[in-house]
């Protein structure tokens, strides 16, 4: 099976639970995940170029990574188990988070790049 490399964008709305605001930590825990993140691109060669970006006002979570592996389901796979693992470090959740092959229903191809939207 022949290697890809995908460029992945993937937006998330954070939410607190209890009383569905916009976390008023949102910006440390933008920090802590792209923290989380370097450590996962520093331990996996197959995570590059990871970005975190956080919009307080709309509370919404921007992952952006570039992701190796084995065809295009296995270079998803790679980026959704960075993403996951860098929310876990955080102490987020992730319940329903999609697999690989429910990503591939919800992608948006163009130019060797998809971005996705949860399901």
Avoid: C, Y
Avoid at 72 to 95: C, D, K, N, P, W
């Amino acid at each position: 099976m022949a290697i890809e490399t995908i460029n992945v964008g993937w937006e998330f709305t954070a939410r607190d639970e209890a009383t569905g605001d916009v976390p008023k930590n949102l910006t440390e825990e933008g920090h802590a995940l792209m923290q989380a993140l370097l450590s996962i691109e520093a331990a996996n060669p197959a995570v590059k170029d990871s970005a975190v970006s956080i919009d307080t006002g709309e509370g919404l979570v921007t992952f952006e990574l570039s992701a190796t592996g084995a065809g295009l389901l296995g270079a998803i796979e790679v980026a959704l188990s960075a993403i996951r693992s860098a929310i876990h470090t955080v102490g987020g959740a992730t319940h329903d988070f999609p697999t690989a092959p429910e990503m591939m229903d919800g992608i948006s191809f163009r130019a060797g790049h998809f971005e996705a939207e949860p399901v």
